[in-house]
Nanobody, 125 residues
């Protein structure tokens, strides 16, 4: 069993920054690809960013490229999402997810085995 706990969400003005963290329990973290997804009311959950188990590969949705950075610290069992130049359309609940024992990265939510509870990010205009 893996538990994921997100933190770092909040209210920020457009153009501001936030850093989300996701702390994972268990011994599988360093063998797992990790992803960040987000959901807004009335919309499907959408892929934001993902990182391979080693941290050597990353992938982003087009709308966040150049603004968001995903990273991980396997010694701390934590994955991060640094969000800069935030826009009102980035407002959502952000979830981290773990794809256990996967060394590749996926943009598909169904590929992920465990999910956190989510953290709210609100960007005001």
């Amino acid at each position: 069993q893996v538990q994921l706990v997100e933190s770092g969400g909040g209210l920020v003005q457009a153009g501001g920054s936030l850093r989300l963290s996701c702390a994972a329990s268990g011994r599988t973290f360093s063998s797992s690809a990790m992803g960040w997804f987000r959901r807004t009311p009335g919309k499907e959950r959408e892929f934001v960013a993902a990182i391979s188990s080693s941290g050597g590969n990353t992938y982003y949705r087009d709308s966040v490229k150049g603004r968001f950075t995903i990273s991980r610290d396997n010694a701390k069992n934590t994955v991060y999402l640094q969000m800069n130049s935030l826009k009102p359309e980035d407002t959502a609940v952000y979830y981290c997810a773990a794809d256990l024992y996967s060394h590749s990265i996926s943009t598909i939510s169904g590929a992920y085995d465990y999910w956190g509870q989510g953290t709210q990010v609100t960007v005001s205009s």
